[in-house]
């Protein structure tokens, strides 16, 4: 798992946001991979590693800048208008408020890299390699919101398997994230549910997914059968019963982002549409049920495609007393 270095991505500047300096990138991409530097141990934040960057000099232009520094820290020389812009980040790190300028180009033919004395190693990188490495502040949040401006967030690069003993660390330390643990279930009893799943690979009631973007695990899905049982043994709740197909399977579903990285990135709606997708030909419909009071995940599951059907309070659980909103989306066009 990635050792990146805290840092606060924006896409917009944050009211108390006062930028010190300014710094330009480019991401230089040869057959999917990306090219990364590894600094030197005597620099600042040593032994990480990152893109082709450095500040802006006194009147010098963004574009300017990525020139000199692509020639300076890997002498690749590039003429300015073959360089993409992808905008800009608000980047906070630790007390230092500063602008990131993206540009990108993609390369034919591998170029030749020559380091100066800032670093010490590069090398060629597809994504998942890239975030599981000690990146540079802002270098994964970054590196992803590239993606999402170069329209490389795609529905195709999402795959999806069953958890396995490898990866209760990483759903661990999701589950605890803060983003995490206001809306799902943290009570003892699910989290044995799931770790007997991953760990001994003994089913109660729920299957867990992991979902992985260009090989990178970034999400975790619950799904249920509602013709089986509950994990206490008790049969499926009767809420759920007129909204169940009358034809098909009928699954329940609960959906996390667990790495925070991939926040902010449009990639929810994507990943739900996708997975649910993937079971088309087994699942008739699929149910959802988040708290009313979280209208974001509202939307993004609205956004889906699911279809707001009722309205109810939990009676029991971990969620007693708290209104939530059901949603059904079909797999296939009611008849």
Not at 214 to 221: D, H, S
Request: proline share 6%; net charge negative.
């Amino acid at each position: 798992m990635s050792k990146a270095i805290p840092c606060q991505s924006f896409k917009e500047p944050p009211s108390d946001f006062h930028p010190k300096l300014e710094t330009a990138a480019c991401y230089c991409i040869f057959q999917g991979r990306q090219l990364l530097l590894h600094r030197h141990p005597s620099r600042s934040q040593g032994l990480t590693w990152g893109t082709v960057a450095g500040k802006l000099e006194k009147g010098e232009t963004a574009l300017e800048a990525i020139v000199r520094e692509l020639h300076e820290e890997a002498h690749i020389d590039v003429n300015p208008e073959e360089l993409t812009s992808l905008g800009k980040l608000y980047l906070r790190h630790h007390d230092l408020d500063y602008i990131y300028h993206l540009f990108t180009k993609e390369f034919a033919v591998k170029p030749s890299v020559k380091l100066n004395d800032e670093h010490i190693d590069f090398g060629w990188f597809t994504l998942s390699e890239m975030l599981d490495l000690p990146l540079i502040g802002g270098g994964g949040e970054a590196m992803l919101h590239f993606r999402k401006n170069s329209n490389r967030l795609l529905p195709e690069k999402i795959t999806f398997r069953l958890a396995k003993a490898s990866d209760l660390e990483r759903v661990h330390a999701w589950w605890n994230k803060p983003h995490v643990k206001e809306h799902w279930d943290n009570s003892p009893e699910m989290w044995a549910n799931c770790d007997d799943f991953i760990k001994k690979g003994i089913k109660a009631e729920f299957d867990y997914w992991i979902a992985s973007f260009e090989g990178y695990p970034y999400a975790l899905i619950m799904t249920s059968d509602t013709s089986q049982p509950c994990f206490d043994g008790s049969p499926y709740p009767e809420i759920y019963t007129p909204w169940l197909d009358p034809k098909g399977k009928t699954y329940t579903l609960d959906f996390m982002i667990g790495d925070e990285r991939f926040l902010g990135l449009g990639l929810s709606h994507l990943t739900l549409r996708a997975f649910m997708d993937s079971l088309k030909d087994q699942v008739a419909a699929f149910l959802i049920d988040p708290a009313a009071t979280n209208p974001r995940a509202v939307h993004i599951y609205e956004k889906a495609g699911f279809v707001k059907v009722a309205e109810f309070t939990r009676s029991n659980g971990f969620f007693e007393g708290i209104p939530h909103v059901m949603l059904k989306y079909e797999t296939r066009a009611p008849n």
